[in-house]
């Protein structure tokens, strides 16, 4: 955990990203230094090929 960094209420963070930033409200963030993709649909880039 990174001291000082917030993420906001029902963000999505993808797994294995490093969050270095502070990540908005129903963001969507992913990626090595993760990065906001989607600002208003939280989870709309993660998809899960197995289910």
């Known amino acids: 955990m990174v001291e000082g960094v ?9 797994a294995g990203s490093v969050v270095t930033k502070d990540i908005p409200a129903n963001a969507t963030a ?8 989607n600002y ?3 989870g709309r880039y993660i998809n899960n090929k197995w289910l």
């Open 40 to 42: 208003n649909h939280p």
């Open 6 to 14: 917030l993420i906001g209420d029902n963000a999505t963070i993808g």
């Open 30 to 37: 992913a990626g090595d230094y993760a990065k906001v993709l």
